[in-house]
Nanobody, 124 residues
Framework: QVQVVESGGGLVQVGGSLTLSCTAS????????MGWFRQAPGKEREGVSC????????GYLDSVKGRFTISRDNAKNTLYLQMNSLKPEDTAMYYC?????????????????WGQGTQVTVSS
């Protein structure tokens, strides 16, 4: 069955960096648009970034533009999120997800497969 597993979260100080990874199995990775999402306590899950099947198109939440970079390595079935200049408001559980819909979207409802999440905490 399809599985996506996130890693790379942790505790970092304001202004620091982290790189999240997401490894997929049980799927033909380059058949899927991939996305990163986050959910802070008491808040709804929001789309952070998405990337097309061939990595030629990316999308970002306005608040992370210029600080976060999404990428994928289809040969390794792996998705990445490089996060720089982290702020306390970036603190959340971060999720990787895959959608069979060949559209660039950051709407959580459009994604079919989800990982369990990795916690990112930014301390001030």
């Amino acid at each position: 069955q399809v599985q996506v597993v996130e890693s790379g979260g942790g505790l970092v100080q304001v202004g620091g960096s982290l790189t999240l990874s997401c490894t997929a199995s049980g799927m033909t990775f380059d058949d899927y648009v991939m996305g990163w999402f986050r959910q802070a306590p008491g808040k709804e899950r929001e789309g952070v970034s998405c990337i097309s099947r061939t990595a030629d198109n990316t999308g970002y939440l306005d608040s992370v533009k210029g600080r976060f970079t999404i990428s994928r390595d289809n040969a390794k079935n792996t998705l990445y999120l490089q996060m720089n200049s982290l702020k306390p408001e970036d603190t959340a559980m971060y999720y990787c997800a895959a959608t069979t819909a060949n559209i660039m979207t950051m709407a959580p409802s459009r994604y079919n497969y989800w990982g369990q999440g990795t916690q990112v905490t930014v301390s001030s």
